[in-house]
């Protein structure tokens, strides 16, 4: 089993920047790939962006590209994801996720383990 618990979240103003943390524990591997999804209310969750395990494949979904930035750090067990330039409409419940495999697919059914989320607000 993965556990995965995310922080960081919070209510920032248009423009602002937050920075999400995301840490695993239990059978963590550091070739599992990491993902961050989000869920606005009323909204289907959505892929953010995907960091491979060594670090070296990032796949960002195009409403995030030049704004947000995923990143690891193996030796801590945690995954990053520096959001800028932040709009009302990134305001949703963000979700860390993990795979077992090396790739970085978009559907939240390719990943096994998932965090309890962490709300970011922006407001205008």
């Known amino acids: 089993q993965v556990q995965l618990v995310e922080s960081g979240g919070g209510l920032v103003q248009a423009g602002g920047s937050l920075r999400l943390s995301c840490a695993a524990s239990?059978?963590?591997?550091?070739?599992?790939?990491k993902a961050w999804f989000r869920q606005a209310p009323g909204k289907e969750r959505e892929f953010v962006a995907g960091?491979?395990?060594?670090?070296?494949?990032?796949y960002y979904a195009d409403f995030v590209k030049d704004r947000f930035t995923i990143s690891r750090d193996n030796a801590k067990n945690t995954v990053y994801l520096q959001m800028n330039s932040l709009k009302p409409e990134d305001t949703a419940v963000y979700y860390c996720?993990?795979?077992?495999?090396?790739?970085?697919?978009?559907?939240?059914?390719?990943?096994?383990?998932w965090g309890q989320g962490t709300q970011v607000t922006v407001s205008s």
């Open positions: 239990g059978r963590t591997f550091s070739s599992n790939t």
């Open positions: 960091i491979s395990g060594g670090g070296t494949s990032t």
């Open positions: 996720a993990s795979r077992l495999y090396l790739s970085i697919p978009t559907g939240e059914r390719e990943y096994a383990y």
